[in-house]
């Protein structure tokens, strides 16, 4: 059995007060916050609100808690952001933060960008296991449709790779980035759940078409859901399939049905 | 208080411009309207029948676009986004292969269900984010009908992350990714074989992208700009 979490990107368009409302209704009592709801000055208040209720947080990449930005690891580190945001994670009993692998744009030397990358995702950990907080990295996808930037860890061999790099951080495995990548079987990309199964910090779920991560739906037809089996017990689920402005009872048959597919 | 002298020399100008060239300006505006009237009067009949062909052909479009199949325009259009280079690089790799030019020789000549297209309206976004920024985005929504099967398609041609990182989808990338995978999906519950389904796929979006662009011809109407009248400074 593994436990369903709910991205907050999932409810996006709206502010953190009014997906948390619908998600709480719902019968949500485990939020990844995330992207996608817009920043307002009530964010912290509403979280701490519904926290005080029962609702318990993860935290994810940009995440829009009391300040909200996007970040590249194979960029530029602003510690300071990084001091207060997981200083924050702290004040609410969050134990588990995850951040996409960094990403380089064309004409960048990408063994350069993943030297940083690994350079500052150890600072990353650092401030995280100092506050008692588990940091994972997540799988991403080659990039198309007109980018301009590509991601590290967008191949098996690449997380591969990167699990040897750094053996103190985790991974967090996106089925719906692995069903954008090219070159491996659905054997190759499964056999990373049990390459990481010690290390698997959480499962990011979603559906899309292999070409662009559209954030769908989970239905039978979805790529890995044969498969579910094989995640590893009592690894959180994340659910980050968009239903922005739905109602609450279509909410919660989403959320149920995907759960259904875990026990 | 007196005027500083200069400038009351200045708006003695000004004032003299202003009686002498105010009344005839007023006169043309008064003359342009007439004229734009009088022809706004003569173009209603010609407006009329254009608006009425348009409602005929968007009739047509909303009960089987196959019509399209065939024709020129649907021709001209496929040339046109087979002539857009591919942007994703593994279907440079292993691309897909392109539409036959000659849309009476597409498996859809041969269907026996309907491909209707209808109501497209246009999109804004303001709300909109992927897994690291928000952004804007702009496109459209239409309806598909293949056989029994209705589904309502959103396309995206315009995403704005900020003033200065923006991204346009050409034809290609719209109809790829946007409303191929939906047309498949629409098939497959349509009990179409696989052998030919992403093949008849490709022809529906194609022919759906070409509907859409005459769903969107509007009546050609008089259009005329002029400069308000004002002395300019």
């Known amino acids: 059995m593994n436990p369903l ?3 907050l990107s ?18 949500v009592r485990q939020v990844e916050l995330a992207i996608g709801v817009k920043p307002s000055p009530d964010t912290g208040e509403v979280l701490r609100h519904y926290q005080h209720q029962g609702m318990q947080y993860r935290a994810h990449h940009g995440v829009v808690w009391e300040e909200a930005r996007s970040f590249n690891l194979a960029g530029s580190f602003d510690v300071g952001y990084f001091e207060r945001l997981t200083d924050w994670l702290v004040t609410m009993d ?23 990358f690994l350079h500052q995702v150890v600072q990353l950990e650092q401030l995280c296991s100092d506050r008692g907080i588990r940091l994972g990295v997540e799988t991403m996808y080659p990039a198309g449709f007109g980018e301009t930037s590509q991601y590290l860890l967008q191949t098996a061999t690449q997380v591969e790779q990167f699990l040897q790099d750094l053996p103190n951080i985790d991974l967090v495995m996106d089925m ?3 069903n954008i990548w090219r070159a491996e079987t659905i054997p190759e990309k499964l056999s990373l759940l049990a390459l990481a199964a010690e290390r698997l910090l959480e499962i990011h779920v979603s559906d899309n078409d292999g070409y662009r991560d559209s954030h769908a739906g989970v239905t039978d037809r979805t790529w890995w859901v044969p498969y579910a089996a094989m995640f590893p017990s009592n690894v959180a689920i994340v ?25 | 208080m007196s005027a500083l002298p200069l400038l ?15 009344p005839t ?3 043309l505006q008064v003359s342009v309207d007439e004229m734009l009237h009088q022809l706004r009067q003569q173009e209603q009949a010609l407006v009329a029948a254009q608006a009425q062909q348009l409602e005929l052909l968007q009739a047509q479009l909303g009960t089987d676009a196959r019509c399209l199949l065939n024709s020129a325009e649907l021709q001209a259009f496929v040339a046109e986004v087979q002539a857009i280079p591919i942007s994703y690089p593994w279907e440079r790799r292993e691309p897909k292969p392109e539409l036959n030019a000659d849309s009476a020789l597409w498996h859809l000549a041969q269907a026996t269900f309907i491909v209707a297209v209808r109501d497209p309206t246009n999109t804004v976004d303001h709300d909109g984010y992927d897994d690291e920024r928000t952004h804007s985005t702009y496109g459209y929504a239409v309806t598909i009908q293949v056989g029994d099967q209705t589904k309502r398609l959103e396309v995206l041609t315009h995403r704005v992350y900020s003033p200065i990182d923006q991204r346009d989808y050409d034809l290609r990338d719209q109809l790829n990714f946007y409303v191929e995978y939906d047309v498949a999906e629409l098939l497959e519950l349509q009990g179409i074989e696989k052998s030919v389904k992403s093949q008849l796929a490709r022809e529906i979006s194609y022919l759906l992208g070409c509907a859409v662009r005459l769903l969107s011809l509007t009546p050609h109407r008089i259009e005329f700009h002029y400069p308000i009248s004002e002395a300019l400074a």
């Open chain 1, 239 to 263: 659910l980050e399939s968009r239903m922005n402005r739905w109602g609450v009872e279509r909410v919660r048959r989403q959320v149920e049905a995907t759960q259904s597919v875990f026990s």
């Open chain 1, 176 to 178: 719906a980035h692995l």
């Open chain 1, 94 to 116: 969050i134990t588990a933060y995850s951040v996409h692998a960094g990403s380089y744009r064309s004409g960048d030397s990408p063994p350069a960008a993943y030297d940083r």
């Open chain 1, 10 to 27: 999932t409810y996006g368009g709206g502010t953190t007060a009014e997906a948390l409302a619908v998600l709480w209704a719902a019968g």
């Open chain 2, 8 to 22: 009351a020399e200045y708006n003695s100008l000004v004032q003299q411009h202003q009686e002498q060239f105010n």
């Open chain 1, 5 to 7: 979490w709910v991205s």
């Open chain 2, 25 to 27: 300006i007023a006169q």
